[in-house]
């Protein structure tokens, strides 16, 4: 199937197709979503560590004046993806961190109070792993509004996953947290908002007339599902997946698939490349 970016990124879908030639011809109404670990920075295994990919902050200068808005849809704390980016001078740049509950915006984050159950979460979480006989390698990252138990650093990490997941899941449970699944990771965080209630969220507030969306992770097929909801209520859309070797949900659903995040960033400028420079733009 064509594409208006060329052969590089040739679309799986007429749907996908459909909403990428809406973005081109009408970008003043195309609102560009993506999430950060394993979509614009390379998955590593220490998440302090990662970074997001080099030529990404100025694809997304060259993309953010041209269209309506860029968003970045995390489940990291909104000020971190800024600064691992670093994304402060992208252009009217919105971060939604802890899956939509926090919001960074010209610097500045804006979110409610963290509810009882993350404490109690951070409190018990040191003794369930070690009753679960979490092996070596098994650790936990505190991210002020959740908590993440990952396995990537154990020696068999699917195996200390499924040891350590009856664990987690209780103790989220009895706190009223739910557990989102990821790669060699469990989070335990509030309910009641994920990436796709986000997405939908911030389509509406912006008046979005085309949709986009591009993700890695088990956590990003909630805002799949908005892309596909969007769909149904008129509004086209674009399911982008950056392609890994460890979670196929994704490409098995998405219109595009593109290598990692080198390829998300080439296809960020591709599309920039194809749409005019916002009025005054010097970029």
Do not use: N
């Not at 994920?194 to 085309?210: M, N, P, Q, Y």
């Amino acid at each position: 199937m064509g594409s208006p970016l060329g052969d590089s990124f040739r679309l799986r879908t007429q749907q996908g197709l459909d909403g990428l030639e809406k973005i081109v011809g009408d970008p003043s109404g195309a609102l560009i979503g993506l999430d950060f670990d394993g979509t614009l920075s390379p998955i590593v295994p220490d998440p302090d560590s990662a970074r997001a990919h080099p030529a990404a902050p100025g694809a997304l200068r060259l993309l953010a004046p041209r269209v309506c808005a860029v968003v970045i849809l995390t489940g990291r704390p909104a000020a971190t993806a800024v600064e691992y980016g670093p994304f402060q001078d992208v252009p009217g740049l919105i971060v939604l961190g802890h899956y939509g509950q926090e919001r960074w915006e010209d610097g500045e984050v804006v979110a409610p109070p963290p509810p009882p159950g993350v404490q109690k979460v951070r409190e018990g979480l040191p003794d369930a792993l070690a009753r679960a006989g979490a092996p070596d390698g098994v650790w936990i990252e505190d991210k002020g509004r959740s908590l993440a138990v990952h396995t990537r650093r154990a020696a068999d990490p699917q195996a200390a996953l499924e040891r350590v997941s009856p664990a987690v899941h209780d103790l989220a449970e009895r706190a009223g947290l739910i557990v989102e699944p990821g790669r060699f990771v469990l989070e335990a965080r509030p309910a009641g908002m994920d990436k796709g209630a986000a997405l939908r969220a911030f389509a509406r507030e912006r008046s979005a007339r085309s949709v986009l969306f591009a993700g890695d992770d088990l956590g990003d097929l909630a805002a799949f599902d908005a892309i596909d909801s969007l769909r149904g209520d008129g509004i086209p859309g674009v399911k982008v997946c950056s392609g890994s070797a460890e979670v196929t949900r994704l490409a098995e659903r998405s219109d595009l698939i593109v290598d990692g995040p080198a390829g998300v960033v080439d296809f960020l400028r591709a599309l920039a490349g194809r749409l005019p420079p916002a009025s005054g733009s010097q970029v």
